[in-house]
Every structure is written in structure tokens, then in C-alpha cells.
């Protein structure tokens, strides 16, 4: 268990996972959930426990859409798509490990594909 | 008193220029002078709740702080545009280390608290235009047309910072729709992500997303379907499959105010 990770992503996220009572509903409306190996609820559990290099290194932390639905139906408030984030910007803050780099990008374009779209991965992939 | 700060945003400049030209032509036509601030920069398409997170914020302060010194409310249309600085507004007025460390990196003639407020231009038709009045001022009325609105993710939530409608059960858009004389369409997915940026690395992800937006509308009988969002357009057109038509929604006020042949060179 890596008591100084955990704590980096309590603080980042500023969720206390300790409200969450499994009920599952964040995961019941992830629209990324078929993407995902695991999933809202379990990303707030594995904080908990301390075990947050296994979700570092998981596609599933690349698959979040960010679109707060977890955040707004939780009946605790717990805010899953905060401790996602946190998890994913520990990941990419490690050195060489941008997750989009920017030589990459000309491929993924096409000419109506707005200009949103990039800086938005930018903003969720890359350091 | 009608003139307001108008952030455009990066892509109103390049793909959704129809977004912002029929944006600024209806508002023109209902009484409300837009103000572009100067040298505004891109919101930067997402916003980051981290708390540790602060240089992606400012350039969303500086614009919410270009309209406190105008000394004028915040209008915006695109969807992210609008996410990005409702939350940053909701957090420097709510997190005051947020706020403090914001202030000791801009030093601005005077810290800015959240004083700014901010409309999206649904909010502006709704309350400062009035959808009553909207409504007096149509020419080219949608008769018989079904027309679904997509709220998408970024309009609605988290509905404590956005604070524009019910984030679960919105009516302003099906409100507007009314105004400009459609029938509104009512479908299940209609608050629900499209795929968003997802499209850039993984196009099936996207597909199916959008694929599920654009069949729950037509399967409730829609001819069209309106956003406010760039990417919700381009997901919902490119990725889904579906030929159900997509417009922003400013375009069909623009028509309805009988002023889209005039901007639709």
C-alpha cells in the first residue's frame, strides 16, 4: 500500500471516499462503463484501500468521458469523476508518460473534427 | 443595460463558425449588443477539478474577470466554453485557497472573487430576452416541426456549478423550441454524453455513444435535433450513422428571427 499516493489523490480529488456506501449507482450510469475495467465505484473503493497504482496504470483511467453524470446521480455526493481525475493526472504527471503526444495528432484529424476535441484530450491526456 | 461580454471560444473561430455567426446576427435582432474582450484566450476545452490544478483555470479567470472590469455579465454558447467557466466561477467563489492562489499568480488591479455572472445564451433568450417575447419577434415559426433538443453533459452538470435547469429533467431548450414555434421532443437520452473527445483515440467508443443519442430521438419521432456543443455536433453527425438531421441551435433561431439567408452565404 503507498500511503503517500493515496494521500496525493485524496488531496487532488478533495473526495472523501469514506461516504461512499457501494450503492453502485455511479457505475450503473458510467456511459464508459462496457470501456472500462474498473469502474466508478471501484476506483473510489481501491483509493480507500490504498491500491491506486493498479488503477495508474489501467486503460480504464483513459476512458472517462468526464461528463459528471456519476457526480450529479451519486445519492452521497461522493463525486467519482474527481477521484478518476485525480488518478489519471498521477499517471500523467510521471515523466514520459503523456498519454497523447502532440506528434500523434495530425492522424486523428479529419476536417470537421473541432478544434474542442483536441485541446480537450490535451487537457485530459497530457502534461 | 442590454450589452453584454461575449466569449466565442476557439472552435465558434474555426469549425463552428455557423455557431457564432448566427449567435451574434439574432442577438442583434433582439436588442442585445455582444462584447468581445480583448485578447481572450481558449478556455481550454475541459475543465480540471483537481485542486491541485491551477494554471489550467486562469484563462478562464482572465476572461470572467475582462467582464467584471467591463463591469457587464459573461455570455457564452458553445457547451464546453460554458462548462469550464461556470465551474471555474463556482470554484474561486466557493474554494478560497483556489481563489488565493489564482490572485497571487494574476495580481490584478483587484482579486477576482466570482463577482462575474454568467450566461449561457439559452439563459440570456430565457431570462433578459424572455422566450414571451422571443416568441412575438418570430417570422418563419417551426410549424409541425419535432424537434429534439440535446442537452449533452456539459450544459447541465454538475448542476451545483451550471445551475441553469433541472439537470435531470431540463425544460429551457424544449422551452426555446416552443418559442420558435416546433414541437418539442422528449427522449431518454437526451441529457446523456455523446462520447466527447473520446472520438480522438477510440472512434467505436464514440459511435456507440452517439449512436444511442441520435436512435432514442428518432425513435420518439424527431425530424431534427438541436445543440449548443461543437463536438456534440460532430459526434452525433459523423459518428452515429444516423441521418437524422443536426443543427445548432442558434441557426434555427436565426431562421426563425427570418435572418439565416442574410448570414448563410
Known amino acids: 500500500m503507498n500511503n503517500n499516493l493515496k494521500e496525493q489523490v485524496l488531496r487532488s480529488s478533495g473526495v472523501n471516499v469514506l461516504k461512499c456506501m457501494r450503492c453502485g449507482k455511479c457505475s450503473g450510469t458510467c456511459p464508459s462503463y462496457d470501456e472500462m475495467e474498473y469502474h466508478p465505484h471501484q476506483f473510489v473503493y481501491m483509493v480507500e484501500k490504498g491500491d491506486i497504482e493498479t488503477l495508474m496504470n ?29 488518478v489519471r493526472l498521477a499517471a500523467i504527471r510521471k515523466q514520459g508518460n503523456n498519454h497523447l503526444i502532440a506528434d500523434n495528432i495530425p492522424e486523428m484529424l479529419d476536417e470537421d473534427l473541432p478544434q474542442q476535441a483536441i485541446v480537450t484530450a490535451f487537457r485530459k491526456y497530457t502534461k | 443595460m442590454n450589452t453584454f461580454t461575449y466569449y466565442p471560444g476557439c472552435t465558434l473561430r474555426t469549425k463552428a463558425k455557423d455557431l457564432d455567426a448566427y449567435a451574434r446576427a439574432s442577438a442583434e ?57 461556470k465551474q471555474t466561477n463556482y470554484d474561486i467563489s466557493n474554494d478560497e485557497e483556489m481563489a488565493a492562489k ?32 422571443l416568441k412575438k419577434k418570430v417570422v418563419n415559426p417551426f410549424k409541425g416541426k419535432k424537434i429534439a433538443a440535446y442537452y449533452g453533459c456539459l450544459l447541465l452538470r454538475p448542476g ?18 416552443k418559442a420558435i414555434g ?69 441557426e434555427l433561431l436565426a431562421e426563425a428571427l427570418g435572418l439565416k439567408e442574410a448570414n448563410n452565404e
Not at chain 2, 488591479?109 to 440570456?124: I, K, N, P, Q, R
Not at chain 2, 451545483?160 to 423550441?177: G, V
Open chain 2, 160 to 177: 451545483k456549478a451550471l445551475a441553469m435547469d433541472d439537470p435531470e429533467n431540463p425544460s429551457i431548450m424544449e422551452d426555446f423550441i
Open chain 2, 29 to 85: 435582432a433582439l436588442g442585445i449588443t455582444l462584447e468581445e474582450p480583448e485578447n481572450w484566450q481558449c478556455c481550454g476545452g475541459a475543465y480540471t477539478t483537481a485542486k491541485d490544478e491551477i494554471a489550467t483555470k486562469l484563462s478562464a479567470v482572465r476572461t470572467l474577470n475582462a467582464a467584471k472590469e467591463a463591469g457587464r455579465p459573461l455570455i457564452t454558447v458553445c457547451s464546453a466554453c460554458h462548462n469550464v467557466i
Open chain 2, 182 to 250: 416546433g414541437t418539442p421532443v422528449i427522449y431518454a437520452q437526451r441529457n446523456e454524453c455523446c462520447g466527447g473527445y473520446i472520438t480522438m483515440e477510440d472512434k467505436a467508443q464514440a459511435s456507440k455513444r452517439s449512436a444511442k443519442v441520435m436512435d432514442s430521438a428518432q425513435e420518439q419521432g424527431a425530424d431534427m435535433i438541436i445543440t449548443a456543443c461543437p463536438l456534440c455536433l460532430y459526434n452525433l453527425k459523423k459518428n452515429s450513422g444516423s441521418d437524422l438531421p443536426v443543427y445548432y441551435f442558434t
Open chain 1, 58 to 86: 489501467s486503460k480504464s483511467i483513459y476512458k472517462c468521458l468526464t461528463c459528471f453524470a456519476c457526480v450529479e446521480r451519486c445519492p452521497r455526493n461522493v463525486e467519482p469523476a474527481k477521484v478518476v481525475e485525480a
Open chain 2, 102 to 133: 489564482v490572485n497571487n499568480y494574476l495580481k490584478l488591479d483587484e482579486a477576482y472573487t466570482g463577482e462575474t455572472t454568467v450566461y449561457h445564451y439559452l439563459e440570456m433568450l430565457r431570462d433578459v430576452v424572455g422566450f414571451d417575447n
